[in-house]
């Protein structure tokens, strides 16, 4: 295996842990999001009951707008983790193509050396049998 390819090979892992990496936040965030999601199913559910909602709405509305800011905050870090995701995909691609080409070049250029080594045999071979027949 050559120099160019062992690098190119490193580099598709890099791009695949970090492409990895990336998803693994979406899905935290992800989670978050559904845990905000029943905090705030509780907070309404608490607001609705009978014995406590009119004792705790100014607590419980306090909570839900803290909720609501939290959720806010959490979609727009899934948006960009989202992008991120994304951009981390695409330069993973890019570096498994790089890595096909490398390895495609260097098919070919075994192959060539390997056809250049049988002419020469061939070459050879014919100066040979030229040379016992002269």
């Known amino acids: 295996m050559s120099n160019r390819t062992r690098k190119a090979r490193r580099l598709v892992a890099l791009q695949d842990q970090l492409h990895r990496s990336s998803e693994w936040k979406l899905a935290g965030i992800r989670t978050d999001i559904v845990q905000n999601e029943h905090t705030r199913t509780a907070l ?9 909602g009119p004792v705790l709405v100014d607590v419980a509305a306090r909570r839900l707008k803290t909720v609501a800011r939290e959720r806010a905050v959490l979609s727009s870090a899934e948006t960009t983790q989202a992008a991120k995701v994304l951009e981390e995909a695409q330069r993973l691609k890019r570096a498994e193509r790089m890595l096909e ?9 075994r192959e060539k050396a390997d056809f250049d080594t049988l002419l020469d045999q061939v ?11 002269a």
């Open 101 to 109: 080409k490398v390895r495609t070049a260097e098919a070919h250029a």
């Open 44 to 52: 309404l559910d608490t607001l609705t009951d009978e014995l406590l």
């Open 123 to 133: 070459a050879a071979r014919s100066a040979k049998s030229d040379a016992d027949g």
